[in-house]
């Protein structure tokens, strides 16, 4: 199996009666059976020109043997998942690695691929792409194949305050009211925490509050 624009020398032995064996290279003819998709020179170096596969012949003294080659299309570029959201710590994010290749076809090649990332204290990256959020700030992730890269970056985001509304309550005795939580991120993003925190009153005798925030 060869790439596309690439070259191999092929080999042969001829063995004799005697059971000695001897390098007939030069000695064989050589044939293609496409020519459009690799040729052979009288050498036997083959030449992969267009992707496909042919059966390469040779033949020496009436006798024969073949080989099939393979040609695969370049691969011309890689392309990796384009929209990343903001990460939360200790979220994980799976990237994938997609490659187009001369043919215009694509491939998987996520799991192929070698998965790096600038700063590890930001967050990891496995072998097979999957991201795990460390600690707040942003870095690259780069994905390498067979020469080519791709960079992805990447923001994680930590909890800076909590803010609860309303900031005041006045209840009148056996009524009941929600209180809400809103936590703000480090990009100034903001998510509810109704259900998410720890409730507590400082005198149980004058309220309680439930577990949902209700007072």
Same mark, same amino acid.
């Given at each position: 199996?060869? $790439?596309?624009? %690439?070259?191999?020398?092929?080999? =042969?032995?001829?063995?004799?009666?005697?059971?000695?064996?001897? $390098?007939?290279?030069?000695?064989?003819?050589?044939?293609?059976?496409? /020519?459009?998709? +690799?040729?052979?020179?009288?050498?036997?170096? =083959?030449?992969?020109?267009?992707?496909?596969?042919?059966?390469?012949?040779?033949?020496?003294?009436?006798?024969?043997?073949?080989?099939?080659?393979?040609?695969? /299309?370049?691969?011309?570029?890689? #392309? #990796?998942?384009?929209?990343? /959201?903001?990460?939360?710590? *200790?979220?994980?994010?799976?990237?994938?690695?997609?490659?187009?290749?001369?043919?215009?076809? !694509?491939?998987?090649?996520?799991?192929?691929?070698?998965?790096?990332?600038?700063?590890?204290?930001?967050? #990891?990256?496995?072998?097979?792409?999957?991201? #795990?959020?460390? %600690?707040?700030?942003?870095?690259?992730? !780069? +994905?390498?194949?067979?020469?080519?890269?791709?960079?992805?970056?990447?923001?994680?985001?930590?909890?800076?305050?909590? @803010?609860? @509304? /309303?900031?005041?309550?006045?209840?009148?005795?056996?009524?009941?009211?929600?209180?809400?939580?809103?936590?703000?991120?480090?990009?100034?993003?903001?998510?509810? *925490?109704? %259900?998410?925190?720890?409730?507590?009153?400082?005198?149980?005798? =004058?309220?309680?509050?439930?577990?949902?925030?209700?007072?």
């Amino acid at each position: 199996t060869r $790439a596309m624009s %690439s070259s191999q020398q092929l080999n =042969v032995s001829g063995e004799y009666g005697d059971d000695s064996v001897e $390098a007939v290279d030069s000695l064989v003819t050589w044939q293609s059976s496409d /020519p459009s998709i +690799a040729t052979i020179s009288t050498s036997g170096s =083959v030449l992969a020109i267009s992707a496909g596969t042919i059966t390469v012949t040779v033949s020496l003294q009436g006798l024969s043997d073949a080989i099939q080659v393979t040609v695969l /299309p370049n691969l011309d570029s890689l #392309s #990796s998942t384009e929209v990343i /959201p903001n990460l939360k710590i *200790f979220d994980t994010f799976q990237l994938t690695l997609t490659g187009t290749y001369s043919d215009a076809s !694509t491939q998987n090649l996520t799991s192929l691929a070698t998965w790096s990332v600038v700063d590890a204290s930001i967050l #990891s990256v496995s072998s097979a792409g999957l991201v #795990s959020a460390l %600690s707040a700030g942003t870095t690259l992730v !780069t +994905a390498a194949y067979e020469g080519l890269t791709v960079e992805r970056s990447i923001s994680v985001k930590a909890l800076a305050d909590l @803010s609860i @509304s /309303p900031t005041s309550l006045t209840l009148a005795i056996a009524s009941s009211e929600q209180l809400r939580v809103t936590g703000r991120y480090t990009d100034n993003s903001t998510e509810s *925490f109704d %259900s998410a925190v720890t409730w507590q009153t400082a005198d149980v005798n =004058v309220v309680s509050i439930s577990n949902s925030g209700v007072g």
